[in-house]
């Protein structure tokens, strides 16, 4: 059974930092994709960030551009999402997901296969 589960987040105030983590359990995803992404309130899961499985060749939103950080550690089935920076349209739930596919695009949340239960993150002005 694959599994994926988020940590990290939390309440903090505009400005501040937060660090997500994704422990994946069931698989072996060194090979493949992973991505973040988040749903606030009344809106449509949204592409954050996205990596491959060489670790080098990342992704990100524009609106997170320059602030957030999407990093992996393939030997310990860890991926990690580094918040700087923040602001309080960042509030969301944030999802860790994995995609056993490398050539669907990784921007899109239909491409992803696996899913955590997601994280909040709330950002106050």
């Known amino acids: 059974q694959v599994q994926l589960v988020e940590s990290g987040g939390g309440w903090v105030q505009a400005g501040a930092s937060l660090r997500l983590s994704c422990a994946a359990s069931?698989?072996?995803?060194?090979?493949?994709?992973m991505g973040w992404f988040r749903q606030a309130p009344g809106k449509e899961r949204a592409f954050v960030a996205a990596?491959?499985?060489?670790?080098?060749?990342?992704y990100y939103a524009d609106s997170v551009k320059g602030r957030f950080t999407i990093s992996r550690d393939s030997a310990k089935n860890m991926v990690y999402l580094q918040m700087n920076s923040l602001k309080p349209e960042d509030t969301a739930v944030y999802y860790c997901?994995?995609?056993?596919?490398?050539?669907?695009?990784?921007?899109?949340?239909?491409?992803?296969?696996?899913w955590g239960p997601g994280t909040q993150v709330t950002v106050s002005s």
């Open positions: 069931g698989r072996t995803f060194s090979s493949y994709p």
């Open positions: 990596i491959k499985w060489n670790g080098v060749n990342t």
């Open positions: 997901a994995c995609t056993a596919s490398r050539t669907l695009p990784v921007t899109s949340p239909s491409s992803y296969d696996y």
